[in-house]
């Protein structure tokens, strides 16, 4: 028999509504630990049965349950305040204290063995890796600010430092009052009142004043602004490649900023790329990274998403560099250097597409930007720099790094274009002749051009313009010859020309999945280039005419046999 409570009912009549009461919880509350940990589904229990339906990351793991519990817990205040009633001890590991290094003195004098070696041989091709987790300032031999050596490396460590050091006198000029009156007399008589710059700073100022104006766009490159903009792509990059003008080398380099990656950050790699070696004759750009690559690693290029030259060699020095610094999850590499030398172009041919804005006139890049060749390198675009070496302003506008429009005295830098281009060249360009001075070369243009002004005369300003654009953009032959260079080679110089391997078109996943045990077997299969649109026709021509051939030889033999 089942005896069933009759609800209770209110004062109108109407039976109560019960509470339900969660047995469920309230048995888990009261069983044991080992009980609630099997059976228990709450959200607090870190043992519970997760739901094979259960979507990835919507149930809370184990240690979360654990953490969660643990700060819902309150602070025994009680144990807290209690004191201890035996000695507390420290286990005698050295991982206790913190990150300590001990390297054997050994082991320090090999690394500066070994360093000292590297230095003397001056080989650009080695490098040292991890330099930031070796001890180099007990490696190299520090010196003072001021340049001084230190004590200990003039004189030995007994006669410094111990119980028989040897204490010497301080070298000062006066000892007394007497003789320091005596040296400043002695400093009366050798003044001289000329050679005080203190006094002349008057007269020098005032002369300044008079000094002709400068032109504005001379300072391009050289702001604040773009000055920040290269100091952010030294830091972000790991390897640094500097690009120069194969027209002019070393014009176009800035020994300003290696010196300073030198001093600064010795850890990051810097690399040289002569680029447009297509404007320059081989011999001409082989000399020359044979002369660059003595000091850092030197790769002749030409820019072009199309037909490039030196990509695959590059490729493969990045892939070396990435192999390098395996322990970062990706590599920097920066892009620097004067104006219009072609970073953007370089960076475009590497990525077989126009990812960064170009044009053949300086100052095109504004900010630095990242792109991302594969998902482990990245490649940094920075805009053109200038270091201010005192340069003339006519070595400035011929290394391309103002825009001829906005000059405000163009004609002023023909001369000089005139001095260093061959005659022979520009009468073939402009087809003019026998010119006597710049402004004759300019009327003579003019008038073959029709830039003409009222009255029949040439307009000279537009006309410099013109040729200093063309400068600019490679359309007159020009080049900086090497030490030792001769114009007509011999049988032996002729040979010698620059080689690279044929290019392999390759996907980004591609250049990816190439580890470095191909790099260390040997060099990848290399197909052959693909042919041009001129090799294509030439090939289809010479298949018609053979096919010709074979067709009149068919019908001599036919009507032979006939």
Request: aromatic share 6%; charged share 35%.
């Amino acid at each position: 028999i089942i005896k069933r409570e009759m609800p209770k009912r209110n004062s109108h009549g109407k039976a109560q509504k019960r509470k339900d009461f969660n047995v469920k919880n309230h048995n888990a509350r009261t069983h044991t630990s080992s009980q609630v940990n099997s059976k228990s589904k709450a959200a607090t229990n870190p043992y519970r049965v997760i739901p094979e339906h259960a979507q990835d990351g919507s149930f809370r793991d184990k240690a979360k349950i654990k953490l969660l519990n643990l700060y819902r817990q309150k602070v025994d205040k009680v144990k807290m305040r209690e004191t201890p009633k035996e000695p507390a001890r420290i286990e005698p590991d050295r991982r206790w204290f913190g990150n300590t290094r001990v390297v054997a003195q050994k082991e320090l004098e090999t690394l500066r063995y070994e360093l000292e070696e590297q230095e003397k041989k001056k080989d650009p091709y080695t490098i040292l890796i991890n330099q930031r987790k070796l001890p180099m300032q007990l490696i190299s031999d520090a010196t003072t600010g001021s340049g001084m050596p230190r004590i200990v490396a003039v004189e030995p460590f007994q006669d410094i430092i111990g119980p028989k050091k040897k204490r010497k006198k301080a070298k000062l000029e006066a000892y007394d009052l007497e003789a320091l009156a005596g040296v400043v007399k002695d400093k009366r008589k050798k003044y001289n009142e000329d050679v005080d710059t203190d006094l002349n700073k008057q007269e020098k100022s005032e002369i300044a004043r008079y000094k002709p104006r400068k032109d504005k766009m001379l300072e391009a490159g050289q702001s604040k602004r773009i000055w920040d903009e290269l100091h952010k792509v030294i830091d972000a990059s790991d390897v640094i490649i500097e690009i120069l003008d194969a027209r002019d080398p070393n014009g176009t380099r800035t020994r300003y900023i290696e010196d300073f990656i030198k001093k600064n950050c010795p850890h990051k790699h810097i690399v040289f790329i002569i680029n447009k070696c297509d404007l320059v004759p081989t011999r001409v750009t082989s000399k020359w990274v044979k002369i660059l690559s003595k000091e850092y690693p030197t790769i002749a290029f030409k820019a072009s998403v199309t037909n490039p030259f030196g990509k695959a060699t590059l490729i493969q020095l990045l892939k070396q560099f990435d192999s390098l610094h395996k322990d970062k999850k990706t590599i920097s590499i920066g892009f620097i250097g004067y104006p219009n030398v072609g970073k953007s172009s370089i960076i475009n041919t590497l990525k077989k597409r126009s990812c960064c804005r170009v044009a053949p006139i300086p100052g095109e890049t504004k900010v630095w930007q990242y792109v991302a060749l594969t998902k482990r390198i990245y490649l940094i675009d920075c805009p053109g720099i200038v270091y201010d070496e005192g340069q003339s302003p006519e070595n400035i506008v011929l290394k391309g790094v103002v825009r001829a429009e906005k000059l405000e005295d163009p004609e002023a830098y023909i001369g000089p274009l005139l001095d260093r281009a061959k005659p022979e060249a520009l009468e073939k360009i402009y087809d003019v002749r026998d010119w006597t001075d710049a402004e004759d070369f300019l009327t003579l243009i003019g008038k073959r051009f029709g830039k003409l002004k009222k009255g029949g005369e040439a307009h000279t300003d537009v006309v410099a313009k013109m040729v200093l654009n063309d400068w600019q953009r490679g359309k007159i032959p020009y080049f900086v010859p090497p030490p030792d260079y001769q114009e007509h080679a011999g049988p032996e110089e002729k040979e010698e020309e620059l080689k690279e391997e044929p290019y392999v078109e390759e996907n980004e996943e591609e250049i990816e999945q190439q580890g470095e045990a191909k790099e260390e077997k040997g060099k990848p299969e290399i197909e052959e280039n693909k042919p041009s649109v001129k090799e294509r026709k030439k090939s289809s021509e010479r298949k018609k005419s053979s096919e010709r051939k074979k067709d009149e030889e068919k019908k001599q033999r036919d009507s032979a046999i006939h």
